[in-house]
T-cell receptor
């Protein structure tokens, strides 16, 4: 296993279009997290899954955002009717509940809404 | 509510200088975890260290050292003999108790951009 993989690395979309990102966590990790990072800021928590269950969602996750983790493996994050304010780096992380090393992050998907 | 403050937005040093990155945190949890991550231009967050709130021993790993002071709610990071490859954004982060379910998310500071020049 080479770590957390995110696709695509970059996405440019027109305002109003829908986009979907994918995250493949480290295979034995049971938790998966989505974060959003805007320029000059630290990552902000969006949501997390334990196995296939989505256990917490941030108020940052508006109705236009939906995340899934079918079968507790990979996860997708969809943004509907994108807005310019959605432009950001979307980071995925995974962890084991009892990990001593916390979270392993992917390289992120950079979304630009034009 | 949890909060992490990294007051230093950007630091520039000359190679081989020592540099300390400051981190101050706020939490109501009695058990919590503190982290430092490095974010190079490639964007991936690289884990550097995790400390729990009951372990105030300072830690050294090669050129890196961390000073955790619960009395001042600080978890500062020092790089000794800095190198150009240390240039990156460094984030301090805080979570609740991972083992009891409180560690569901990390609260990050705004990061410190470190530039190490020749």
């Amino acid at each position: 296993d080479t770590g957390v993989s995110q696709n695509p690395r970059h996405k440019i979309t027109k305002r109003g279009q829908n986009v979907t990102f994918r995250c493949d966590p480290i295979s034995e990790h049971n938790r998966l997290y989505w974060y959003r990072q805007t320029l000059g800021q630290g990552p902000e928590f969006l949501t997390y899954f334990q196995n296939e269950a989505q256990l917490e969602k941030s108020r940052l996750l508006s109705d236009r955002f939906s995340a899934e983790r079918p079968k507790g493996s990979f996860s997708t994050l969809e943004i509907q009717r994108t807005e310019q304010g959605d432009s950001a780096m979307y980071l995925c992380a995974s962890s084991l509940i009892s990990s001593n090393y916390g979270y392993t992050f992917g390289s992120g998907t950079r979304l630009t809404v034009v | 509510a949890q909060k992490v403050t990294q007051a230093q937005t950007e630091i520039s040093v000359v190679e081989k200088e020592d540099v300390t990155l400051d981190c101050v945190y706020e939490t109501r949890d009695t058990t919590y975890y503190l982290f430092w991550y490095k974010q190079p231009p490639s964007g991936e967050l690289v884990f550097l260290i995790r400390r729990n709130s009951f372990d105030e021993q300072n830690e050294i790993s090669g050129r890196y050292s961390w000073n955790f002071q619960k009395s001042t709610s600080s978890f500062n990071f020092t790089i000794t003999a800095s190198q150009v490859v240390d240039s990156a954004v460094y984030f301090c982060a805080l979570s609740g108790n991972i083992l009891t379910g409180g560690g569901n998310k990390l609260t990050f500071g705004t990061g410190t951009q470190l530039k190490v020049e020749l």
